[in-house]
């Protein structure tokens, strides 16, 4: 019943910019953390951001800080993902998480932290 459904992937050209959505169902995103993860061809999954369930200030991974971007659209339940200034090394199949619900602490970008997940969105970039 419940799911994360990540969309928004597609191909851009280096500087381009893409929003990603991760839509659920089944629970009330307001209530959990939010993790954006990626992960390339013969690369470990990489946590890149987070937003908290009280909406506190997210957290980016230095590969990121800067360009992207995490917020909430709560009458939509859902999450984005603003990525501007996109560049190859930023091509990847991208998940989004959602953690058990109502954590007392805050988020982090760590995969084990997180309980659901979606089936994940390609980026491409590419001249």
């Known amino acids: 019943q419940v799911q994360l459904v990540e969309s928004g992937g597609g191909l851009v050209q280096p500087g381009n910019s893409l929003t990603l959505s991760c839509a659920a169902s089944g629970l009330n995103l307001n209530y959990y953390h939010i993790g954006w993860f990626r992960q390339a061809p013969g690369k470990e999954r990489e946590g890149i951001s987070c937003?908290?369930?009280?909406?506190?200030?997210?957290t980016y991974t230095d590969s990121v800080l800067g360009r992207f971007t995490v917020s909430r659209d709560n009458t939509k339940n859902t999450v984005l993902l603003q990525m501007n200034n996109l560049q190859p090394a930023d091509a990847a199949v991208y998940y989004c998480?959602?953690?058990?619900?109502?954590?007392?602490?805050?988020?982090?970008?760590?995969?084990?932290?997180?309980?659901?997940w979606g089936r994940g969105t390609q980026v491409t970039v590419s001249s």
């Open positions: 937003i908290s369930n009280n909406n506190g200030g997210p």
């Open positions: 998480a959602a953690d058990a619900g109502l954590s007392i602490v805050s988020c982090d970008v760590s995969p084990r932290t997180y309980s659901y």
